[in-house]
């Protein structure tokens, strides 16, 4: 079993939709989840972490924590063909002394104008 | 506040042949990251730095891939011999050091092809 999983798609959705991506994670211990985008040919860059429970919104971008499922996922609201990107989720865990992170594969989205 | 700079942006070698890569972290980042990416698959970490000392190097093939941090701030990472498969995205990443939200900064990127 992977440590972080996740669909390689590519998602596709229609402008002003709402995008969906997943990712699940094989370690309980794990302490925060992060989200990253990357463009083609570009490196990754943070859109937003989540520690608690829940849900946590910003701007257009939300990302909700489920432990107890293991499950962490990120919901793009009026997706824009600019959003077209692969979506990496990091989990985070304390290993050894020291922060570990894992990436899973990532997700390609698509947004079609 | 000045990114992750890493250099060249792009290098070609031959399988066999040496090759080096430079990164240099955000100012005050006591934790630096090197990564291989290949096409179609997410970051790989190879070595974690925290300030001069490794921390994790357990995917790091050793027998042909070496990396220093000198004086805790630049980072060198050599690959000798290369081999075909080690064409990739070579990423170079800093962050704070500071607990579970620790957030990552990437670098551009190495772009190494090994023909």
């Known amino acids: 079993q992977k440590e972080v999983e996740q669909n390689s798609g590519p998602l596709s959705v229609p402008e002003g939709a709402i995008a969906s991506l997943n990712c699940t994670y094989s370690?309980?211990?794990?302490?925060?989840f992060f989200w990253y985008r990357q463009y083609s040919g570009k490196s990754p860059e943070l859109i937003m972490f989540?520690?608690?429970?829940g849900d946590k919104e910003d701007g257009r971008f939300t990302a909700q924590l489920n432990k107890a499922s293991q499950y962490v996922s990120l919901l793009i609201r009026d997706s824009q063909p600019s959003d077209s990107a692969t979506y990496l989720c990091?989990?985070?865990?304390?290993?050894?002394?020291?922060?570990?992170?894992?990436f899973g594969t990532g997700t390609k989205l698509q947004v079609i104008p | 506040e000045a990114g992750v700079a890493q250099s060249p942006r792009y290098k070609i070698i031959e399988k066999r042949q040496s090759v080096a890569f430079w990164c240099n972290p955000i100012?005050?980042?006591?934790?630096l990251y090197w990564y291989q990416q290949i096409l179609g698959q997410g970051p790989k970490l190879l070595i974690q730095?925290?300030?001069?000392?490794?921390?994790?190097d357990s995917q790091l093939p050793k027998d042909r891939f070496s990396a220093e941090r000198l004086k805790g701030v630049d980072s060198t990472l050599k690959i000798q011999p290369a081999k075909l498969e080690d064409s990739a995205v070579y990423l170079c990443?800093?962050?704070?050091?500071?607990?579970?939200?620790?957030?990552?900064?990437f670098g551009p990127g190495t772009r190494l092809t090994v023909l």
């Open positions: 990443a800093s962050s704070k050091g500071q607990g579970a939200t620790d957030t990552q900064y």
């Open positions: 370690d309980r211990g794990s302490q925060s």
């Open positions: 989540i520690y608690s429970n």
């Open positions: 990091a989990v985070n865990k304390r290993s050894g002394g020291y922060q570990k992170v894992t």
């Open positions: 100012s005050g980042h006591a934790t």
């Open positions: 730095f925290q300030n001069n000392g490794v921390v994790d």
